[in-house]
C-alpha cells in the first residue's frame, strides 16, 4: 500500500544576535512566491527569546507546516520590544509537486458464460511507474486460475451459478508495491436457452382513436443493442431488425437473429393516404427470435 499523504513543511535556521541587550523575540516572515518586495510578505510566527534558556550553538529553528507544491521565500527579523531590527537574508524554498504512483484496469470482465464451455478473460492493467505488473485472484470459484504474469483467467469447466469475483494487480514503484482491484459478477447458464426457432408476430392492436378508419398496418421490431464507445463507456441503442418493404405490405422478412428482446411499435396508414404513427395502449418488451412480422 502506497503511504498515506502527507503535507510538506520547511524548518528554517538562523543564528541568533548575541549583544548586551539581546533581542526579546524574533519574527519569522512568509511570501508566496520569489520575492524580495516586503509588503508581499506576511508575519506567521513569533519566537520568543528566553535569555535564561538560549538554544544549543544559539541556533534558533521554526517549523513551517502544510505547504503546498510550490515556492516560497521567508526571512527572519529580531525584535527588541516594538523595534524590528534588520532582516536576515532572503531564504528561497522549492516544494516539488510528488508524482503519486497509481495503477488501474483498462479491462473490462466477461460477465456471463455457460457450462460445457471453458470461461477466459484476459485482465490488463496499466501503471504509472515501469516495472512489472502481477495479477491474482482474491476471491472467485474453485477451479478458476489467473496467470499472474499475463492476467488471463481461465475456468475450464464452470458450473452453472452466480459468482462474485475480485482480482488484483500490483507493481513495485517508489520503494512500496501499489495496487487495484476488480470486482465484477459472473453468470454461468445451463446451456440450455438456446432458441430452437423463431417466432411470427400476430395479434391485434388497439388504438387511442378508433373513429378513424385504417386501411392498413404493420409493427416494427426494434432490437436493443450495447454499442461500445471509444473511451471504454457502453450505451444502449434501438436499431429496427424487422420493417415492411413497402407500406402496401404489413409483412416484412429478415434475416435470423439470436434470441433477444425486442420492442413493438406500430405504424398505420388512413383512408387520406395519410400515414401517422400511433402508440399501444400497452407497449411490451417480447423475449423472441424475428424472421417474419405480421400486422
Known amino acids: 500500500m502506497p503511504e498515506p499523504r502527507t503535507s510538506a513543511y520547511v524548518v528554517l535556521q538562523w543564528l541568533g544576535i548575541k549583544s548586551d541587550e539581546p533581542p526579546t523575540a524574533y519574527h519569522v516572515y512568509q511570501a508566496v512566491g520569489q520575492t524580495e518586495d516586503e509588503t508581499k510578505f506576511?508575519?506567521?510566527?513569533?519566537?520568543?527569546?528566553?535569555?535564561a534558556k538560549p538554544p544549543r550553538e544559539n541556533v534558533y529553528t521554526h517549523l513551517v507546516k502544510e505547504l503546498k507544491p510550490g515556492v516560497y521565500t521567508f526571512f527572519v527579523r529580531a525584535v527588541w520590544g516594538d523595534n524590528e531590527g534588520p532582516r536576515t537574508p532572503i531564504k528561497i524554498v522549492v516544494i516539488e509537486q510528488?508524482?503519486?504512483?497509481?495503477?488501474?484496469?483498462?479491462?473490462?470482465?466477461?460477465?456471463?458464460?455457460?457450462?460445457?464451455?471453458?470461461?477466459?478473460?484476459?485482465?490488463?492493467?496499466?501503471?504509472?511507474?515501469?516495472?512489472?505488473?502481477?495479477?491474482?485472484?482474491?476471491?472467485?470459484?474453485e477451479g478458476m486460475t489467473i496467470n499472474a504474469e499475463t492476467g488471463v483467467i481461465t475456468w475450464l469447466e464452470p458450473r452453472a451459478g452466480?459468482?462474485?469475483?475480485?482480482?488484483?494487480?500490483?507493481?513495485?514503484?517508489?520503494?512500496?508495491?501499489?495496487f487495484t482491484k476488480q470486482s465484477f459478477v459472473l453468470e454461468i447458464g445451463k446451456g440450455e436457452d438456446k432458441p430452437e426457432g423463431c417466432a411470427a408476430i400476430f395479434g391485434e392492436v388497439d388504438f387511442e382513436n378508433p373513429a378513424n378508419a385504417m386501411v392498413n398496418g404493420w409493427v416494427t421490431a426494434w432490437r436493443l443493442d450495447v454499442v461500445k464507445k471509444?473511451?471504454?463507456?457502453?450505451?444502449?441503442?434501438?436499431?429496427?431488425?424487422?420493417?415492411?418493404?413497402?407500406?402496401?405490405?404489413?409483412?416484412?422478412?429478415?434475416?435470423?437473429?439470436?434470441?433477444?428482446?425486442?420492442?413493438?411499435?406500430?405504424?398505420?396508414?388512413?383512408?387520406?393516404?395519410?400515414?401517422?404513427?400511433?402508440?399501444?395502449?400497452?407497449?411490451k418488451t417480447l423475449l423472441l427470435c424475428v424472421t417474419r412480422v405480421r400486422m
Do not use: H
Open 98 to 141: 510528488k508524482a503519486e504512483n497509481k495503477i488501474w484496469f483498462v479491462s473490462s470482465p466477461m460477465k456471463s458464460g455457460k457450462v460445457g464451455q471453458a470461461y477466459e478473460y484476459k485482465a490488463k492493467a496499466e501503471a504509472s511507474v515501469d516495472g512489472a505488473i502481477r495479477y491474482s485472484i482474491v476471491s472467485g470459484p
Open 230 to 283: 471509444d473511451n471504454g463507456d457502453s450505451t444502449t441503442v434501438y436499431r429496427p431488425v424487422s420493417r415492411p418493404r413497402s407500406k402496401t405490405a404489413p409483412t416484412s422478412s429478415t434475416s435470423r437473429t439470436a434470441r433477444t428482446s425486442f420492442v413493438l411499435k406500430v405504424r398505420t396508414s388512413w383512408q387520406n393516404g395519410t400515414r401517422m404513427p400511433q402508440n399501444l395502449l400497452m407497449q
Open 162 to 178: 452466480r459468482y462474485e469475483i475480485t482480482i488484483k494487480a500490483s507493481i513495485e514503484g517508489g520503494g512500496t508495491v501499489i
Open 42 to 51: 506576511d508575519k506567521i510566527a513569533r519566537i520568543v527569546v528566553d535569555p
